[in-house]
């Protein structure tokens, strides 16, 4: 076995790490260069990639105030529309309610049907108070009640298909469909009224008007505010773009919750409309009864001045009445 000097071993210890230590010594400026420029290059990296972040932050936020703008537009022309609507011609009336007779017809068989009426009065020998209010009734009120009837009938049956339809056009362009080719297919394959609707708006297409100016003129044959939520919807994925299957989509499931809530409003306030009918048609059905026992007693108020005053004055505060009553059971949702 080979014996170690210590001193040996100690003297080339102390060479090694005097070594280590005059190299560490020479190298150092360069090891503490590498080191900042490393971190400067890391800083300058991670400014660039900051840089990045912000300026696709700011894009996010430029495209988002463009839409914010646009929509704001779009309701702002949507109000102005509503403030400035001017009263609705008979024409468009009878377009509404889905008739396919002229205005001058209507006014021509609203006439007729007063005449016949006045003729029947006349036979009966009424007196020519009656025979007037008779005429106004039958050729004023009661062919412009039914012309309303049908329009609320016809909207109804439109607001409970929409949905549907909207469904079928937001799969329409999940499946590659164009917006076009979806109404369109409203069109050919729908069900009345929205069919009629969706034709139209095909047409004024065919005549040369946008997408966005077809849809907004629906609300003239159809004044809904859900016609007008769908008009803004085209207009704004138009103007801003965006995923329009999925906004489509989500004003079908908008227009559902409030078809609901109209129901459960309709539900709740039943009772009071019941209510208001009764207490209308009270006066009505008392003054009958009393006329079936005892005719003299009612007979004043029809030959007596004083009677007839005091049926005007009623009048009026049966007619506020029923107003009042009217507006207290009727929510606009």
């Known amino acids: 076995m080979f014996g170690f000097d210590p ?19 020479l190298l150092f400026s360069k090891i503490e260069a590498d080191k900042k420029s490393a971190s400067r290059i890391n800083r300058v990296k991670s400014a660039e990639s900051d840089r990045v972040k912000v300026k696709a932050a700011r894009d996010r936020v430029q495209e988002l105030s463009k839409r914010r703008k646009s929509v704001q537009d779009n309701l702002k022309d949507l109000e102005k529309r509503q403030k400035t609507k001017k009263t609705v011609s008979m024409k468009s009336r009878l377009v509404q309610a889905g008739l396919t007779i002229t205005a001058a017809k209507f006014y021509l068989i609203s006439a007729v049907f007063a005449s016949l009426l006045m003729l029947v009065a006349l036979v009966v020998g009424a007196s020519w108070m009656v025979m007037v209010g008779i005429a106004v009734v039958a050729g004023l009120g009661l062919p412009r009640w039914v012309v309303g009837f049908l329009i609320k009938r016809r909207q109804t049956k439109f607001l409970n298909e929409l949905p549907n339809a909207l469904d079928v056009i937001t799969r329409s362009i999940k ?7 979806a109404i369109r297919l409203i ?5 009345e009224p929205v069919k009629s609707e969706f034709l139209r708006v095909i047409e004024a297409q065919q005549v040369g008007l946008s997408i966005p100016d077809a849809c907004a003129r629906m609300t003239i044959h159809m004044p809904l505010q859900e016609v007008n939520f769908f008009a803004i919807v085209i207009a704004i994925q138009s103007q801003a773009g ?13 227009l559902r919750e409030r078809r609901k809530m109209k129901a459960k409003v309709q539900a709740l306030s039943m009772e009071a409309k019941a209510s208001a009918v009764i207490i209308g048609a009270l006066p009505f059905i008392v003054a009958t009864l009393v006329y079936m026992t005892s005719p003299n007693y009612m007979m004043i108020l029809f030959t007596d001045p004083r009677g007839h005053f005091i049926m005007g004055v009623s009048a009026i505060w049966m007619s506020i009445g029923i107003f009042v009553m009217r507006n207290m059971v009727n929510f606009d949702i």
Not at 16 to 24: D, K
Not at 187 to 191: D, K, W
């Open 175 to 181: 499946s590659g469909l164009p917006l076009n080719d």
């Open 242 to 254: 965006g995923n329009l299957s999925e906004a489509i989509g989500n004003l079908s499931k908008v």
């Open 187 to 191: 069109a050919t394959e729908g069900t």
């Open 7 to 25: 001193i040996v071993l100690a003297i080339v210890v102390l060479a090694a790490v005097s070594a280590a230590a005059v190299a560490y010594a």
